[in-house]
């Protein structure tokens, strides 16, 4: 395994985790469940965890990936730019995450507008890691990239001359 199967195993866990805990985060306030809420934290923290992984495994793709293939490097770039944001937004939300699970050890109740805080981040991580996700996507996928107006062509492997 190399770092672009670390990468491409890892990254989905972002995307599809951060709209999962979204909805279980809405369950949570809906019912009023005190134990969702915190599983829900939990997991929340278990992919920043993943996050972290795809993120740092990224530049050793890249290089993986430039060796074999040509590569727009503007959106290889844009794509780091945006997965850094995610990476540091998700980082924050965590630390308020953080703080709602500590103000539970402590026997505090967790107040509804840092409830609120947390669902709403969630939904705002969800969107921003999505768009992360597509511009990830366009570095080896021609055909998501909508400003072409000709036909696409598959992404080729670079070939070495043949020598004798």
Known sequence: MNAAHLHLMTVHVPVVGCWGLF???????????????????????????????????????????????????ETVEFHAVLARSCLLAMVVLSMIVGNALIQGFQGENVPRWQRTLIIVGTLA????????????????????QFQTAGPIEAAKPEQEPVSD
């Open 23 to 73: 909805v279980l985060l809405l369950l949570s306030a809906w019912f009023r469940d005190e134990r969702l809420f915190k599983i829900s934290c939990w997991l929340l923290l278990s992919v920043l965890l993943f996050a972290t992984g795809a993120y740092f495994s990224g530049p050793p793709a890249y290089e993986l990936l430039q060796e074999q293939y040509q590569i727009d490097k």
């Open 125 to 144: 991580l969800a969107g921003f890691w999505t768009v992360a996700a597509h511009w990830g996507g366009r570095i080896r996928h021609p055909e998501i």
